[in-house]
T-cell receptor, first 114, second 112 residues
Framework: NAGVTQTPKFRVLKTGQSMTLLCAQD?????MYWYRQDPGMGLRLIHY???????AKGEVPDGYNVSRLKKQNFLLGLESAAPSQTSVYFC?????????????FGPGTRLTVL | QKEVEQDPGPLSVPEGAIVSLNCTYS??????FMWYRQYSRKGPELLMY????GNKEDGRFTAQVDKSSKYISLFIRDSQPSDSATYLC????????????FGDGTTLTVKP
């Protein structure tokens, strides 16, 4: 099992450009999440999904959109990138184990917006 | 005020020391308490989880939850340089769509 994979690993954008980050999981998990991690601010939830075809806003959703057309994939889009979106983005998935929802994280995407 | 507050660190200890990492929280609905370890430039990985109050031990690691005080701890015995990482506490309620609330993390360095 590959677990959770993210594409791309690194990206540099200019202000105003758009891009899509792809997350894929092979654990048949229902729940998927997108976080951003900035120095000193921990993990902040951007959007999440509780199943195929569903999405919901997290703590910091502005400037981002998501889609979950297939159960195994969760896409994060930036329509018009801003320097404030420079961050490390993590995708995670979770499934009920019978005792808890354990989140499995991908390796991250480092995004720089100039 | 944040729902989860974590001792900020950074923490630097000599090899073999006992390490204590701590978080406090304000939401009484939290039932599940997790500790994640994150190595530099990697994604977090689950280290331990506990349900409700009590202790849980796994090798050199012990997770402790005191719901009455809304306080959780992770103890690392005989710390090793390979334990050098950022440790994140996380908490969730049962009916929370699997969402966890994370602390900001404590960076630990274990010096040989």
């Amino acid at each position: 099992n590959a677990g959770v994979t993210q594409t791309p690993k690194f990206r540099v954008l200019k202000t105003g450009q758009s891009m899509t980050l792809l997350c894929a999981q092979d654990m048949n998990h229902e729940y998927m999440y997108w976080y951003r991690q900035d120095p000193g601010m921990g993990l902040r939830l951007i959007h999440y999904s509780v199943g195929e075809g569903t999405t919901a806003k997290g703590e910091v959703p502005d400037g981002y959109n998501v889609s979950r057309l297939k159960k195994q994939n969760f896409l994060l889009g930036l329509e018009s990138a801003a320097p404030s979106q420079t961050s490390v983005y993590f995708c995670a998935s979770s499934g009920w184990t019978g005792t808890t929802d354990t989140q499995y994280f991908g390796p991250g995407t480092r995004l720089t917006v100039l | 005020q944040k729902e989860v507050e974590q001792d900020p660190g950074p923490l630097s200890v000599p090899e073999g020391a006992i390490v204590s990492l701590n978080c406090t929280y304000s939401n009484s609905a939290f039932q599940y308490f997790m500790w994640y370890r994150q190595y530099s430039r990697k994604g977090p990985e689950l280290l331990m989880y506990t349900y409700s109050s009590g202790n849980k031990e796994d090798g050199r690691f012990t997770a402790q939850v005191d719901k009455s005080s809304k306080y959780i701890s992770l103890f690392i015995r005989d710390s090793q340089p390979s334990d050098s990482a950022t440790y994140l506490c996380a908490m969730s309620g049962r009916t929370n769509a699997g969402k966890s609330t994370f602390g900001d993390g404590t960076t630990l360095t274990v010096k040989p």
